[in-house]
């Protein structure tokens, strides 16, 4: 099992950029697939970006392909979402997720831990 708290939320106008980490806690951080969630008020959480436990493999939701970057630090048991170019439909809480196994990575239900995520707002 391990422990997620994500961090490096904020709000950032049109075009900018943000970057949020998630950290994890215990040593099994590197055997876990990674991925990070959103959800708007009033919607479902949808998937953003998964990343593999070597980091060698990467998906995205097309919404955000192009604009944001999903990467790892085993090392520091963190993975990072880079977000670029931003739109006000990008605004969400943003949840960081982890799984075990091989399975859908878009699908929430595949996570087993979860962060408690962390808000980013983009102005127009």
């Known amino acids: 099992q391990v422990q997620l708290v994500e961090s490096g939320g904020g709000l950032v106008e049109a075009g900018g950029s943000l970057r949020i980490s998630c950290a994890a806690s215990?040593?099994?951080?590197?055997?876990?697939?990674m991925g990070w969630f959103r959800q708007a008020p009033g919607k479902e959480r949808d998937f953003v970006a998964a990343?593999?436990?070597?980091?060698?493999?990467?998906s995205y939701a097309d919404s955000v392909k192009g604009r944001f970057t999903i990467s790892r630090d085993n090392a520091k048991n963190t993975v990072y979402l880079q977000m670029n170019s931003l739109k006000p439909v990008d605004t969400a809480v943003y949840y960081c997720?982890?799984?075990?196994?091989?399975?859908?990575?878009?699908?929430?239900?595949?996570?087993?831990?979860w962060g408690q995520g962390t808000q980013v707002t983009v102005s127009s």
């Open positions: 990343i593999s436990w070597s980091g060698g493999g990467t």
């Open positions: 215990g040593r099994t951080f590197s055997t876990y697939t």
């Open positions: 997720a982890a799984a075990r196994g091989v399975g859908p990575l878009q699908f929430a239900s595949y996570y087993s831990n």
